[in-house]
């Protein structure tokens, strides 16, 4: 019990790593604030909340904007592709909402198949593009493959995903507040564990394809 709250201890290291996610967090949203960039802060988030779980963390805010500059380019391009396909449906949802009702029913089906690709790539495109070094469509394309091939994993995503914004709109005071210092560093930082399972696995099979061609 001693060893707890040493300096080395388990206390000061939950509370430093509080601290870190808190931090994390600020940074995230401000760097979300143009819309634009927001797939580079997303990216960039999970870059050190990946490292974190690997227990390789560096400095926090040049590990952050390292990792943003790094990949502003094809996190951008991502998130365009995400952002531009939201915006079609929610145009979509409007102009047949107003100007066309009865043709609601038929065109329900293929928007839900758009909104839950929309939502795969949100889940898995950012962390794969923080962990691999890949192309825009190879990752986007993995993404997709990945949310079905651990489906389980991605309706847990989902849910974590959404609480933070489900807290922030329905519940006041200190939810709103837990939620908004903590909410999506924090969400992404439980979420990493599991990504890192993920991926991990797929970077040692990777590993060994490579290993058993080079013996051939």
Same mark, same amino acid.
């Given at each position: 019990?001693?060893?707890?709250?040493?300096? =080395?201890?388990?206390?000061?290291?939950?509370?430093?790593?509080? *601290?870190? #996610?808190?931090?994390? @967090?600020?940074?995230t949203i401000v760097c979300c604030i143009p819309i634009i960039?927001?797939? !580079?802060?997303?990216?960039?988030? $999970?870059?050190?909340?990946? /490292?974190?779980?690997?227990?390789?963390? &560096?400095?926090? %805010?040049? +590990?952050?904007?390292?990792?943003? !500059? /790094?990949?502003?380019?094809?996190?951008t391009a991502m998130w365009a592709v995400i952002l531009g396909g939201a915006f079609v449906i929610l145009a979509d949802?409007?102009?047949?909402?107003?100007?066309?009702?009865?043709?609601?029913?038929? #065109?329900?089906?293929?928007?839900?198949?758009?909104?839950?690709?929309?939502?795969?790539?949100?889940?898995?495109?950012?962390?794969?593009?923080?962990?691999?070094? @890949? %192309?825009?469509?190879?990752?986007? &394309?993995? !993404?997709?493959?990945? /949310?079905?091939?651990? #489906?389980?994993? *991605?309706?847990?995503?989902?849910?974590?995903?959404?609480?933070?914004?489900?807290?922030? $709109?329905?519940?006041?005071?200190?939810?709103?507040?837990?939620? #908004?210092?903590?909410?999506? !560093?924090?969400?992404?930082?439980?979420? /990493?564990?599991?990504?890192?399972?993920?991926?991990?696995?797929? =970077? =040692?099979? =990777?590993?060994?394809?490579?290993? +058993?061609?080079?013996?051939?």
């Open positions: 019990m001693k060893n707890f709250f040493k300096m =080395e201890g388990k206390f000061f290291n939950i509370l430093s790593k509080i *601290t870190d #996610l808190l931090w994390l @967090n600020v940074l960039t927001a797939g !580079a802060a997303i990216t960039a988030m $999970y870059s050190v909340t990946l /490292s974190m779980v690997k227990k390789e963390e &560096g400095y926090l %805010t040049k +590990d952050f904007f390292k990792a943003f !500059a /790094s990949n502003f380019l094809q996190a949802v409007h102009i047949i909402g107003n100007y066309a009702p009865q043709f609601q029913t038929w #065109l329900l089906i293929p928007m839900c198949f758009i909104v839950i690709v929309l939502l795969a790539l949100y889940l898995y495109a950012f962390p794969l593009q923080a962990y691999f070094k @890949n %192309t825009i469509r190879g990752t986007l &394309g993995n !993404a997709l493959k990945l /949310s079905l091939a651990h #489906l389980p994993y *991605t309706i847990v995503f989902l849910i974590l995903q959404a609480m933070p914004v489900i807290v922030i $709109y329905y519940v006041t005071n200190i939810g709103f507040l837990v939620a #908004l210092g903590w909410g999506f !560093a924090g969400i992404g930082y439980l979420c /990493s564990f599991a990504y890192h399972g993920i991926f991990h696995k797929y =970077e =040692e099979q =990777e590993a060994a394809d490579v290993s +058993d061609s080079q013996t051939e």
